[in-house]
């Protein structure tokens, strides 16, 4: 597939109606885990294309073009609400969160393994393996107060347990800095992958940032205030890997070929006839906002497409599949690194004065017994007796293993031993 060489149809200039902006919603008992991830994800990819909108109107003096991109943005909002609402009104605020942790865990594994460039690779694992102990933290916490138990919302594709534990995630921030890539070098998967993730994390963030106030308790408040705070060092890190060097109509280019790439793989994959339809008639939309933003990037700046694109044909689609055995190997062998700098590092070869453990102290006064996440485990020990888990065999990290204790050492304190 080609989106340069698709054709617009009419309808892909429309504005919808209150009426077809408002779409049944899916059942939350029966659709499958991986449709929901798919929503989550192009949720996040129109919301980064409206904020990306509204950052070049603010910096654009050509009123001109501020309205084509201000007719575009609005039929991405449009998009993005309809998507959001695909939501059912009885699904609990955590419910979503764990399919929020789903797609984080699943997607940065997936976009891993076919990356190209070892760098993003790293900084790949590296959060994985914290949005997979949020996973596992969320989860106890849903079956603690709701006595819903996440494999089955998870549809058993993705395990739950133990990652990098959470106060090992409490990082300063000239910590999640990262070398920005070379788009005019860098291979497509690159830039699309770092769009991508940058887009899923920003979601996450801003959906921990926004209605953590709003969990019903202080227990949970408190967690979403704590991963919500990791989450911004996530999309500070992925933002990074961006090539800050691109102009702001070749950044919007890029924007849209990725959305026609994710909803062509929607589509390529879905299960579910009613959402497949919904990823069909966006992609088309796509398209002609692509076809758009290249005429845009020829009249203002006097170049073609291929001169931002190394090429047109979609590489590998995105495929949602278990990743079981990937998070596995992925916690053997980085659970105890940390961020130093630009670069990852075993915490024992972090300096004692490094702004790590200086913000380590800041944030977590009165040790690990004040840090929320770690909370929500204990209290689950202290009632059942061990956490609560969903594992497909024994833990691949032996310090991560009893299910009667939580971790607060690995990837924080120096010379922890694995076992």
């Known amino acids: 597939m080609n989106p340069f060489e698709e054709k617009p149809s009419r309808k892909a200039g429309e504005f919808q109606s209150w009426k077809s902006l408002y779409p049944k919603a899916y059942c939350k008992d029966e659709t499958d885990a991986y449709t929901k991830v798919r929503i989550i994800l192009m949720t996040g990819a129109e919301y980064e294309a409206v904020w990306f909108g509204h950052q070049f109107h603010r910096h ?11 007719v575009a943005r609005r039929q991405e909002q449009q998009q993005q609400h ?12 955590l419910e979503t969160t764990i399919t929020y942790e789903q797609l984080a865990v699943d997607l ?18 590296f959060a994985l393996l914290e949005d997979f102990d949020h996973l596992y933290r969320y989860a106890d916490l849903l079956e603690m107060e709701q006595g819903i138990q996440a494999e089955r919302l998870v549809g058993g594709y993705t395990e739950i347990m133990p990652g990098r534990p959470t106060i090992a995630h409490h990082r300063h921030p000239v910590d999640s800095v990262r070398r920005a890539c070379n788009f005019k070098k860098a291979d497509l998967l690159t830039m699309l992958d770092t769009c991508i993730i940058t ?48 102009t702001w109509l070749e950044n919007l280019l890029l924007h849209e070929y990725n959305e026609c790439y994710l909803y062509w793989s929607c589509f390529e994959t879905e299960t579910d006839d009613h959402v497949k339809k919904i990823w069909e008639r966006y992609f088309d939309m796509e398209v002609g906002h692509l076809h758009k933003a290249a005429k845009l990037l020829q009249k203002y700046e006097g170049k073609e497409w291929q001169e931002v694109l190394p090429q047109g044909e979609f590489p590998e689609l995105l495929r949602f599949e278990p990743q079981i055995d990937y998070v596995r190997k992925v916690l053997k062998n980085t659970v105890e690194l940390t961020a130093g700098g630009e670069d990852y590092l075993p915490v024992d070869q972090i300096a004692p004065d490094s702004p790590f453990f200086q913000y380590q102290e800041a944030v977590n006064k009165g ?6 996440s770690h909370k ?15 594992q497909t065999k024994k833990h691949p990290v032996p310090a991560l293993a009893d299910r009667t204790a939580d971790n607060t050492q690995l990837g924080r304190m120096p010379e922890t031993a694995k076992n």
């Open 199 to 246: 887009a899923a994390e920003q979601q996450t963030m801003n959906y921990y940032m926004n209605l953590g106030a709003f969990y019903p308790n202080d227990l949970g408040r408190r967690l979403y205030q704590e991963i919500g705070m990791v989450e911004e060092e996530h999309v500070t890190q992925y933002g990074a890997l961006m090539d800050p060097s691109c």
């Open 60 to 70: 654009c003096t050509d009123n001109d073009l501020r309205r084509e991109l201000a």
């Open 82 to 93: 309809q998507l959001a609402y695909l939501k059912p009104a009885d699904e609990t605020q």
């Open 108 to 125: 940065t594994a997936i976009l891993a393994q076919r990356e190209p460039d070892p760098y993003v690779v790293k900084a790949l694992n």
């Open 367 to 372: 040790g690990p017994e004040a840090v929320p």
């Open 376 to 390: 929500i485990i204990w209290t689950y020990q202290e009632k059942n007796g061990e956490d609560y888990r969903y």
